[in-house]
């Protein structure tokens, strides 16, 4: 009897025990969740906050205090939970994840939350994020490790519906294939991988290719592995689909299928442009259209989002309203037929063209009903389209933030727009918001504004901006002394305080030199001086921050601009100069300039994330030999320089890198300084394009150099900031 007992009280606390386990045992969502918190904190102090996710039909998150220090996330998905970490990192700890360095420096025991508790909704259903262009001019070469941490990015900063672009050259492969095309034919379609955009926009054809297998497997296998993660954490990802867009040998095998070609973009060759498309009425576009969602379906699953770009930055070939309608339900009704719930993203950046107006824009967007669309506004803190075409004649649309073109490094951003506009437009119900975003050509630059911007993901009003610069650098350097203080508040009201934004501001180091007086900027040279003031200022209690990665970036970056800006009017005056017919300044000058190249270039190496070393060896990397590791380091070089065989897109992608300054361009303007104090000795007129010619050859022979680059910075930041600013401008002192 005794041992009877004995066993069924050992029965008895199993099961109780079991069920105990069971009731506290984390759900898939919860342990997703707990996986970002692994990734994204110091080690072992995930431990210190409790996860509870329960979907619900309204999304938010509850943070608040727990029992013996910890911090409880309450929310409706990881993601939300992921959003609240974020939330409280930075406004009650005073940490930071960012793409310029973090500062994690998480103090023990854990701070308390501000208020003892907070809840974040969102402000609209959708946090868009990227746009096409991005993955060439920032996600290029990519792999898994700096995809995890830009996945756990979005999920920290509420971007919930992002583009996940890659691999689909293996759907479209074997879609391909599927119509008779061989691995030949389809490779001359496919351009490489720091041009994919615009291969996939239907804007260029082969430029930088062809691909070798493995690689098209191995983003293959890199998207499944992006897919599962944004997933995992309810991040629901936008898909491609089909737009028309054939290699030409489709063409061969299907000789009767309606095709024409699309016009020429960005002056490529014939070879690499004019890419050819099915005419929406032929069936072969729904045939073709509806295979390459199956096979992506299949290989990738689906959240019923689409991206796909008919007409970008081409004109259609015909403005009757019913081709136009024609047009834009073939494309819709070939997600439909495959998938009942499609929705079709579309950039809307096509209407910026002239070719827009009321009665065409009306038109196309007539083929698709209003719930089977969401637009993407994509330049709406400058350019809005929802205000000209009546809230796109009802669909849906996202109101984004572009800010920057082609990874323009320039120090820019419209804090008054994107603080106050997306509040105005969403409470507005004569318009059909449903979403903010960013949509920059590349990113890695400009944080703050990208960082303000995410935040309108949650609030729901405006905010007042000095306090929030002074939250952001207090956040991103763990303290603020007053000196840093004043130097952001002067800071943010030179580059971050305007209020009609038109991009990023260029140096005259990084263009073809020309006589021509450099206008790319957004900033007198006067604007500079104050800058500079800032800059010394916040070098004043350098000591402080002892050798924090963020403050380092920033002192770089800020002394990277005050160069930037003053290669402008050395510029400006070696031109005066030539035409003043004055040999002894212009001697001077052109030395001068020279000499600011070498001392940018050093500047810019002392900064792990300015390097050309850290993009091209991230290009050969992806390579399995020394053919595709040269290739796709061409992909890399080329991108950022000629952008096409001749420089047909030249210095568009331009970058302030190290190595990049002190080769390229160097090699460039001494070419061109030598140029013109020869002319002026011999008294012959400079001619552009004599001039032009002969630095393509430079330009043409960099390409394919066998130079290599570090990817590791040298030099201390703090120490050559202080040396350039006094070599630069010894008059200028530090605010007052």
């Known amino acids: 009897y005794s041992f009877c007992t004995l066993l069924v009280k050992i029965m008895i606390r199993l099961i109780t025990t079991i069920c105990a386990s069971a009731l506290v045992a984390a759900t898939p969502a919860e342990d997703a969740a707990r996986g970002l918190l692994k990734r994204v904190l110091p080690a072992g102090r995930d431990a210190e906050f409790t996860i509870t996710i329960k979907e619900a039909s309204v999304e938010s998150v509850e943070v608040s205090n727990g029992d013996n220090g910890t911090v409880n996330l309450k929310g409706t998905s990881p993601a939300m939970v992921s959003m609240g970490l974020n939330h409280y990192l930075k406004y009650s700890a005073f940490c930071q994840l960012s793409w310029s360095g973090d500062n994690m420096n998480l103090s023990s025991p854990l701070p308390k939350v501000v208020g003892g508790s907070f809840t974040l909704g969102r402000q609209a259903k959708y946090g868009y994020y990227e746009n096409v262009c991005t993955v060439s001019y920032t996600m290029a070469f990519w792999q898994w490790d700096r995809w995890e941490r830009e996945i756990d990015w979005m999920a920290l900063n509420g971007i919930n519906t992002p583009l996940a672009f890659t691999g689909q050259e293996y759907v479209w492969q074997e879609t391909f294939k599927s119509f008779g095309l061989n691995d030949t034919e389809i490779g001359t379609f496919f351009s490489g991988p720091a041009f994919f955009a615009w291969q996939r926009m239907g804007n260029i054809r082969g430029w930088g290719g062809p691909l070798p297998q493995y690689f098209i497997e191995d983003r293959k296998n890199l998207q499944l592995q992006i897919l599962q993660r944004m997933r995992s954490l309810g991040i629901t990802p936008v898909l491609p689909a089909f737009a028309g867009h054939i290699p030409e040998a489709l063409t061969v095998h299907y000789p009767k299928m309606n095709v024409t070609r699309l016009p020429d973009w960005g002056r490529m060759p014939d070879q690499y442009g004019s890419v050819y498309v099915i005419v929406q009425t032929d069936p072969m576009f729904a045939t073709v259209g509806k295979k390459f969602l199956q096979l992506q379906t299949e290989i990738y699953g689906t959240d019923h989002l689409y991206n796909a770009d008919q007409y970008n930055e081409m004109t259609p070939p015909s403005s009757d309203p019913t081709f136009l309608k024609e047009a834009s339900a073939a494309m819709y009704n070939t997600m439909t037929e495959v998938d009942s719930e499609a929705i079709w993203v579309m950039?809307?950046?096509?209407?910026?063209?002239?070719?827009?107006?009321?009665?065409?824009?009306?038109?196309?967007?007539?083929?698709?009903?209003?719930?089977?669309?969401?637009?993407?506004?994509?330049?709406?803190?400058?350019?809005?389209?929802?205000?000209?075409?009546?809230?796109?004649?009802?669909?849906?649309?996202?109101?984004?933030?572009?800010?920057?073109?082609?990874?323009?490094?320039?120090?820019?951003?419209?804090?008054?727009?994107?603080?106050?506009?997306?509040?105005?437009?969403?409470?507005?119900?004569?318009?059909?918001?449903?979403?903010?975003?960013?949509?920059?050509?590349?990113?890695?630059q400009n944080y703050p504004i990208y960082e303000f911007m995410l935040e309108n993901n949650w609030r729901t009003s405006p905010t007042g901006l000095t306090q929030w610069i002074i939250d952001y650098y207090h956040r991103r350097y763990g303290s603020l002394s007053p000196n840093t203080q004043k130097a952001w508040v002067e800071i943010q009201a030179l580059v971050y305080n305007l209020t009609r934004p038109a991009g990023g501001r260029k140096s005259a180091i990084e263009l073809r030199p020309t006589l021509q007086t450099t206008t790319e900027t957004t900033e007198s040279y006067s604007d500079n001086i104050n800058l500079v003031s800032a800059v010394k200022t916040l070098l004043l209690d350098s000591s402080v921050y002892g050798h924090s990665e963020t403050y380092y970036y920033d002192v770089a970056d800020l002394t990277r601009q005050t160069l930037s800006d003053y290669s402008l009017s050395l510029s400006?005056?070696?031109?005066?100069?030539?035409?003043?017919?004055?040999?002894?300044?212009?001697?001077?000058?052109?030395?001068?300039?020279?000499?600011?190249?070498?001392?940018?270039?050093?500047?810019?190496?002392?900064?792990?994330?300015?390097?050309?070393?850290?993009?091209?060896?991230?290009?050969?990397?992806?390579?399995?030999?020394?053919?595709?590791?040269?290739?796709?380091?061409?992909?890399?070089?080329?991108?950022?320089?000629?952008?096409?065989?001749?420089?047909?897109i030249s210095d568009y992608a331009s970058k302030q890198w190290a190595g990049l300054i002190r080769t390229y361009y160097h090699?460039?303007?001494?070419?061109?300084?030598?140029?013109?104090?020869?002319?002026?000795?011999?008294?012959?007129?400079?001619?552009?394009?004599?001039?032009?010619?002969?630095?393509?050859?430079?330009?043409?022979?960099?390409?394919?150099?066998?130079?290599?680059?570090?990817?590791?910075?040298?030099?201390?930041s703090v120490e050559i900031a202080n040396k350039l600013l006094q070599k630069y401008f010894p008059s200028v002192q530090p605010l007052q």
């Open 667 to 716: 090699d460039r303007w001494n070419l061109f300084t030598t140029t013109l104090m020869s002319d002026l000795r011999s008294g012959t007129a400079f001619d552009q394009k004599a001039f032009d010619s002969a630095v393509l050859s430079v330009e043409e022979q960099w390409q394919h150099s066998k130079q290599t680059f570090t990817p590791t910075a040298v030099g201390d």
């Open 572 to 648: 400006s005056n070696i031109s005066k100069a030539y035409n003043a017919k004055d040999i002894q300044l212009l001697t001077s000058l052109c030395s001068q300039m020279m000499e600011l190249i070498s001392d940018f270039d050093t500047l810019q190496a002392s900064n792990k994330f300015h390097l050309l070393g850290s993009w091209t060896s991230a290009a050969r990397k992806l390579a399995q030999n020394e053919v595709d590791a040269d290739l796709f380091e061409y992909n890399a070089r080329n991108q950022l320089t000629l952008w096409g065989p001749t420089g047909q």
């Open 347 to 444: 950039q809307g950046w096509l209407f910026l063209e002239s070719f827009w107006n009321n009665k065409t824009v009306e038109a196309y967007l007539s083929g698709v009903p209003d719930s089977g669309m969401i637009i993407l506004d994509l330049y709406s803190e400058t350019r809005p389209q929802f205000q000209r075409f009546n809230s796109f004649f009802g669909k849906p649309f996202i109101w984004n933030m572009l800010h920057d073109f082609g990874g323009n490094m320039g120090l820019t951003g419209a804090m008054p727009v994107i603080n106050t506009q997306p509040h105005l437009v969403n409470n507005d119900s004569s318009f059909t918001m449903v979403g903010v975003g960013l949509t920059p050509e590349s990113t890695l």
